[in-house]
């Protein structure tokens, strides 16, 4: 369990990059979530040709894998979209409303009862994102946001149902097979929004290969290998680890100041994600599911 706990944590801090290349490189977004997915899938390959096991890939991909890619596309368009137009923190914290999501679907479909203890932490994340946008959920006195909460809210949507959908993978697929087929049609389905876009040009090219290697490559494949063995609830409070570190990264690299109630918020996000953390190392990991038979990959 200890394993998948620190996968999960490592996915969030991985993840958490994505938001400072994007200010830094001021890439279009559609641009940089094709290289984010398109490079990833590419280190996946390479990785998986030096260790001997590009063999996983000649496996057809099944109908999961590909709803899966069109669904981590949608997840990061949403975000990078957003943050062109509202702060970085509220955009990271709107997204986040996904974990305490899954995690009531789980209870109703997937049989991760939620506890008294669990739904109180998730209550208590909900109170925190309540704290962080100061209580005030009004957008229509800057409209100018207004198309910015709409990519957010998409970014969430598609974010919850990747973390559900990747939770009880086809058995007889491997990470690798799993990270490379949902990186590679998510670049896809990025595609055909670069028509009128150029080859990156000079230090382009670096925010290029950071963008495939850590919130591509590395968090995407962390968090497929985690979901696996980790309940919703489990891995959805720990990834709140990723909006901590984006606020720290605006907060420190970009000047968006937090007031002391926003703060307070960031406080009761962290500690819900701990205590869930806790409560999960006391249980143990699921099976992996690449170890049971093969059932039929529609």
């Not at 490592?10 to 994505?18: T, V, W, Y």
């Not at 307070?264 to 205590?275: Q, R, Y």
Request: proline residues 5%; hydrophobic residues 55%.
């Amino acid at each position: 369990m200890k394993l998948y706990l620190g996968l999960a944590l490592l996915s969030a801090i991985f993840m958490a990059s994505s938001g400072v290349i994007a200010r830094y490189s001021q890439m279009a977004a559609a641009e940089l979530t094709f290289y984010r997915l398109g490079v990833g899938a590419l280190c996946v390959f390479i990785w998986l040709l030096c260790t001997g096991q590009a063999k996983q890939l000649w496996q057809k991909p099944n109908r999961q894998m590909l709803q899966n890619g069109l669904l981590l596309a949608s997840f990061m368009l949403g975000f990078l979209q957003a943050i062109q137009s509202i702060p970085l923190a509220n955009a990271i914290m709107m997204v986040y409303l996904a974990p305490p999501c899954t995690a009531l679907v789980a209870h109703f479909y997937f049989a991760e009862r939620l506890n008294l203890f669990s739904g109180m932490l998730i209550m208590l994340a909900l109170l925190g994102f309540a704290m962080l946008q100061q209580f005030q959920f009004d957008v229509s006195a800057n409209p100018a946001q207004l198309a910015g909460y709409c990519w957010a809210l998409l970014s969430l949507l598609a974010y919850s149902a990747f973390l559900l959908c990747n939770r009880q993978p086809a058995a007889g697929t491997s990470v690798g097979q799993r990270t490379f087929y949902q990186l590679l049609f998510g670049a896809c389905c990025v595609l055909p929004l670069l028509t009128n876009s150029s080859l990156p040009q000079g230090i382009d090219w670096l925010w290029v290969g950071l963008a495939g290697l850590f919130p591509g490559f590395l968090a995407i494949g962390c968090a497929i290998a985690a979901l696996a063995h980790l309940p919703n609830r489990v891995y959805g409070t720990i990834a709140y680890a990723e909006p901590a570190a984006v606020i720290l990264a605006g907060w420190w690299l970009f000047q968006e100041q937090l007031t002391p109630l926003q703060l307070a918020g960031i406080s009761l996000i962290l500690l819900a994600g701990i205590l869930q953390a806790l409560l999960a190392g006391q249980q143990p990991a699921d099976p992996d599911p690449s170890q049971q038979p093969a059932r039929s990959q529609a």
